[in-house]
């Protein structure tokens, strides 16, 4: 088991940065996969970034690719995602997600993951 909380979200201006955090309890977080994903109203959830469990892999949606980085310190238990030069349709609750890591998870398919986070709203204005 392991529990995931997001923060970091806020509401900014087109062009700003915003960097989240999603810190992990219980089990050890090395073991696992981490993503994030986004969910705007009246949309489907959709996936942002993902990064195995050793950092050595990540997988951005092709969109975002070049404005959002994913990176993990699993000393610290945490997964950041650094988000840059944002913009309105980035606006979204953003949902931190995390499997066990056998090395054949599909990184960016949200059903791949067994645990979420509560997500944390981002607002960009223009």
């Known amino acids: 088991q392991v529990q995931l909380v997001e923060s970091g979200g806020g509401s900014v201006q087109a062009g700003d940065s915003l960097k989240l955090s999603c810190a992990a309890s219980?089990?050890?977080?090395?073991?696992?996969?981490s993503g994030w994903f986004r969910q705007a109203p009246g949309k489907e959830r959709e996936f942002v970034a993902a990064?195995?469990?050793?950092?050595?892999?990540?997988v951005y949606a092709d969109s975002l690719k070049g404005r959002f980085t994913i990176s993990r310190d699993n000393a610290e238990n945490t997964v950041y995602l650094q988000m840059n030069s944002l913009k309105p349709e980035d606006t979204a609750v953003y949902y931190c997600?995390?499997?066990?890591?056998?090395?054949?998870?599909?990184?960016?398919?949200?059903?791949?993951?067994?645990?979420w986070g509560q997500g944390t709203q981002v607002t960009v204005s223009s």
């Open positions: 219980g089990r050890i977080f090395s073991s696992y996969a």
């Open positions: 997600a995390a499997e066990i890591d056998n090395g054949y998870l599909q990184l960016g398919v949200g059903a791949s993951y067994g645990y």
């Open positions: 990064i195995n469990r050793s950092g050595g892999n990540t």
